[in-house]
């Protein structure tokens, strides 16, 4: 199962830090919290205010790990964090 995220930020000098964040906390995630198998993420290249800014994707274990992970205090609290760096949109794709 992938679970695919698009990330938009209000400040684009703030793309850098949350990929930071991102490693941070995934490499945790996936270390810790046994549904994550993998994931990668990519800041985009293109400076334009219709894209989004990061995409990440999460492969988990199986489709019945996705609400562990979503409900997961960890992955709560990043997104809490991102928030803070200016996250002003995401959108989101499991497949």
């Known amino acids: 199962m ?26 945790k995630l996936k270390n810790e919290h046994r549904v994550i198998v993998d994931y990668d993420f990519k800041a985009n290249c293109l400076d334009n205010d219709s894209n989004m800014d990061i995409i990440l994707f999460v492969e988990l274990v199986s489709e019945a790990a996705l609400p562990v ?4 205090d960890e992955h709560k609290l990043f ?3 991102f ?4 996250l ?6 499991d497949i």
């Open 2 to 27: 992938k679970h695919i995220v698009l990330f938009k930020f209000e400040d684009k000098s703030n793309v850098q830090e949350a990929g930071s964040l991102l490693k941070e906390v995934y490499e």
């Open 69 to 72: 992970y979503i409900n997961h």
């Open 79 to 81: 997104l809490e964090r």
């Open 83 to 86: 928030k803070g760096l200016g």
């Open 88 to 93: 002003i949109a995401k959108s989101v794709i």
